[in-house]
């Protein structure tokens, strides 16, 4: 599949990572580097503005990496674009270290995963149908 792409980032555009990545990894766009406090939150541009078919969504997810070693993460996980949608890709971020973590422009900070999804209509109804599970909610199926 093709997309189209404005970069106003001055990066490379995202490329994946190995052969068989999932995520197109996402780079911060900032004329000066932003430091997250803990539990702080912040919206980071990726200068990319893009265009996805009709039927898609690109979903914005959490790097493992910066994750597991900084605490950094993408709050609205995963966050979905639109393909209606026409302006900037950002990333909001979140800190949930205990230390600073300044983001530097042009540094890896997400992943963008492309897929095709679908749209429903509902069907109001009386009664749903019965299952073995039932109306058990968290927790019903086994331990944890």
Known sequence: MIIKVI?????????????L???????????TPVTIKP?????IG?????????GYEA????????AYKHGLTVLNTPGTIDADYR??????????????????NGERIAQMVVAKHEQIKWEA???????????GGYGSTGKG
């Open 7 to 19: 970069n106003n980032s001055g990066h490379d555009l995202p490329q994946y990572q190995t052969e």
């Open 125 to 135: 109804a009386e009664i749903l149908s019965d299952t073995e599970r039932g109306a």
């Open 39 to 43: 539990l702080e939150r912040q919206l």
């Open 87 to 104: 302006g900037e890709v950002k990333v909001l971020l979140v800190n949930l270290s205990n230390e600073d973590f300044t983001v530097q």
């Open 46 to 54: 990726t200068g990319l503005f893009i265009e996805l078919p009709a």
């Open 21 to 31: 990545s999932a995520g197109l990894d996402l780079r911060a766009h900032l004329a």
């Open 59 to 66: 979903q914005i997810r959490p790097r493992s990496g910066l």
